[in-house]
C-alpha cells in the first residue's frame, strides 16, 4: 500500500502542472458568416454585415466583433467576388476581383 502511495503521489502532482486555462474565456471559435458577392467600400476600409465588421487592407480580410478589435483574418471562402471602391463623391471606382476557379 505505501509503495502505491509513494508512485501515485508524484503522478497526481506531475498532472496538477499540467493543467491548461485558455487566454480567451469567450465563447469558442466562431467564423463570420460570408460576405455578399458583391462588397461596396466607401472612404474606409471597412464593411459592417450580419453583425461583424470586416476590415479590407492589401486584397487581405480581416473580421471582428468591434470595430477596434480584436481583428482574425476571415478564410478565404469567405472572400466577396467583387470588391468596389467608391470615391468621395459616391462614384463608382476601383474594382478588385477574385478570380478563384
Known sequence: MQKKLVAVLPAVLLLTACYVVPVDRGPGYV???????????????????????????NSRWSYSRDKAGPWKDLPRDRYPREVRHKDREGRDGDRDRDHRN
Open 31 to 57: 467564423v463570420a458568416p460570408p460576405l455578399p458577392v458583391v462588397v461596396e467600400l466607401g472612404v474606409e476600409p471597412y464593411y459592417y454585415h450580419s453583425g461583424y465588421y470586416y476590415y479590407y487592407n
